[in-house]
């Protein structure tokens, strides 16, 4: 199975900076099929991004994601107060389908 | 608006079966889509268990396929997992979710449901 690492494990910033997580796949993710996910305590997940660089319905255009291969990255440009969560990167394009083990962004 | 709920015995003894469903509403489960499994041990990351379609095609993580069964009952709007011989391991909160093929992210998911294995 494609192991996904997410790094780094806990971001530490104030609201308004920039944040840059990293999901690093143990082999290439076919088509990109790469998403995104927040988290917020006692909650479901959220689809953030899908097929790599895709904003989902309603999210806004802070949230940006890139990448292709076996590296991808979730940029926040202008972090909110809503936004610091832990953040889970996904791959689809391989059975069985894997989750990275989550970045959790925390207010510095 | 698509909305999810799973629902079930929140203790389960070793080495029985948890059962659980996911009552869908908002959308009709016969329309298409597909239908999954996610769990998330307390502080840990998340594990896909299982898909299914309507019509009942399914799709299950190798790891524990020896042990799942997901069904759909399209007249109740639901489907449901069952997974046996549970150990402690499988202590989760356990979601259910929606997605637009078998290969596919997971574009509504439910509240989730603690289930502890414990005797």
């Known amino acids: 199975e494609i192991v996904l690492t997410q790094s780094p494990g806990t971001l530490s910033l104030s609201p308004g900076e920039r944040a840059t997580l990293s999901c690093r796949a143990s082999?290439?993710?076919?088509?990109?099929?790469l998403a995104w996910y927040q988290q917020k305590p006692g909650q479901a997940p959220s689809l953030l991004i899908y097929?790599?660089?895709s904003r989902a319905t309603g999210i806004p255009d802070r949230f940006s994601g890139s990448g292709s291969g076996t590296d991808f990255t979730l940029t926040i440009s202008r972090l909110e107060p809503e936004d610091f969560a832990v953040y889970y990167c996904?791959?689809?394009?391989?059975?069985?389908?894997?989750f990275g083990g989550g970045t959790k962004v925390e207010i510095k | 608006q698509v909305q999810l709920q799973e629902s079930g015995p929140g203790l389960v003894k070793p080495s029985e079966t948890l059962s659980l469903t996911c009552a869908v509403s908002?959308?009709?489960?016969?329309?298409?889509?597909?239908w999954g499994w996610i769990r998330q041990p307390p502080g840990k990351g998340l594990e896909w268990i299982g898909t299914?379609?309507?019509?009942?095609?399914?799709y299950y993580n190798p790891s524990l396929k020896s042990r799942v069964t997901v069904s759909v009952d399209t007249s109740k709007n639901q489907f449901s997992l069952k997974l046996s011989s549970v150990t402690a391991a499988d202590t989760a909160v356990y979601y259910c979710?929606?997605?637009?093929?078998?290969?596919?992210?997971?574009?509504?998911w439910g509240q989730g449901t603690l289930v502890t294995v414990s005797s």
């Open positions: 097929g790599a660089s």
């Open positions: 979710a929606r997605t637009a093929a078998p290969t596919y992210y997971f574009d509504y």
């Open positions: 299914i379609y309507h019509i009942g095609s399914t």
């Open positions: 908002g959308y009709s489960i016969s329309s298409g889509y597909y």
């Open positions: 082999q290439s993710v076919s088509s990109s099929y």
């Open positions: 996904q791959q689809y394009g391989t059975s069985p389908f894997t």
